[in-house]
């Protein structure tokens, strides 16, 4: 089959069929003929089992543990409604602060913000979680890239430098102008490739697997 026939049976976007290959948690086989993705039905199947886990909002890690057989399904999905109790009891806990805002007509300008900020940290210390973990995931990923390339960067512009001092010092001893500026654009045009890339990262990092259940 083609990711589009997988795409109709399966109901999953085909950004997120390629997605999971990418995770590792797909391995589809390839036509002999021309190379192109083969996906047979055991394939379905297993991005079947994705869907049904990831609506429930089972981790991709403990699906891979699943899938290796490191853990059981029976220990993933123990583990996962601790996890899942535990936003539940958070959830509770945002509602009834939330309630508690309205009861005390509480309006934007004049909220007495140190007063329940100083509440909320008391409740983090006790185990409480208000903040969106997936959020700082992104940003932690996303400098992660911005360092890997600016380092790379940086080593590219100093072997530019590297050549033009060199020029500079010993011109007799210098390759014509042509070809001196042709070595310089290769630094260069890995640069431009490497801010490319970057871009096409960041969009990776904010869509990454699609969010909304209707579209896996």
Not at 53 to 66: D, H, N
Not at 94 to 122: G, I, P
Not at 179 to 192: G, K, Q, S
């Amino acid at each position: 089959m083609r990711i589009q026939e997988v795409e109709q049976q399966v109901g999953i976007t085909k950004k997120n069929i390629r997605f999971y290959e990418k995770e590792g948690l797909l391995k589809p086989g390839r036509s002999l003929e021309n190379g192109y993705r083969d996906y047979r039905e055991e394939d379905v199947e297993t991005l079947k089992r994705i869907k049904l886990l990831r609506k429930l909002s089972v981790p991709l890690e403990e699906i891979r543990k699943v899938q290796s057989g490191a853990m059981t399904m029976e220990g993933v999905l123990k583990r996962h409604m601790v996890v899942l109790e535990e936003q539940s009891g958070n959830l509770v806990k945002m509602q009834a602060m939330c309630e508690r805002l309205v009861e005390k007509r509480e309006q934007y300008f004049q909220l007495d913000t140190d007063a329940w900020l100083k509440e909320m940290e008391e409740m983090e210390k006790e185990g409480m979680l208000f903040m969106d973990v997936k959020g700082q995931d992104k940003r932690q990923k996303k400098r992660g890239a911005l360092i890997a390339a600016a380092v790379f960067g940086i080593l590219m512009l100093a072997v530019d430098a590297l050549f033009l001092w060199a020029f500079l010092t010993e011109p007799q001893d210098a390759p014509p102008l042509a070809i001196f500026l042709m070595i310089l654009a290769v630094p260069a045009a890995f640069v431009v490739g490497l801010f490319m890339a970057l871009l096409q990262r960041m969009k990776e990092i904010d869509g990454g697997e699609e969010d909304a259940a209707i579209k896996y």
